[in-house]
């Protein structure tokens, strides 16, 4: 009878695990802005719409990327992103239209 026992109890503790795998979650669309003249559409993934969009046109007015984040201009022959900043998981980038 414990023996029993020890293996319900221990089935539970397994199942009761929490998985490693989690969902991937397409950056948010924060909206168009134009900035110089030209438009771009501002994409944010885990920070809000607000601060990407500051970040963004601060960015594209004078080159001044947020502490801690790393900027990438794209070559503009291969496709329209502009540029793309993150910081590991936090990540913002603008789209010329």
Request: aromatic content about 6%; proline content about 4%.
């Amino acid at each position: 009878m414990t023996r029993l026992l020890l293996i319900a109890a221990t089935l539970v503790a397994a199942l009761c695990l929490p998985t490693a795998a989690t969902a991937v979650v397409p950056p948010k669309n924060c909206g168009t802005m134009t900035v110089k003249g030209k438009r771009y559409q501002v994409k944010a993934d885990q920070i809000s719409c607000s601060t990407g969009r500051d970040h963004t046109k601060r960015y594209l007015e004078r080159r001044r990327k947020p502490r801690g984040y790393t900027c990438k201009d794209v070559s503009k022959a291969r496709n329209s992103l502009t540029f793309r900043c993150n910081n590991g998981r936090k990540t913002f980038f603008a789209i010329r239209r």
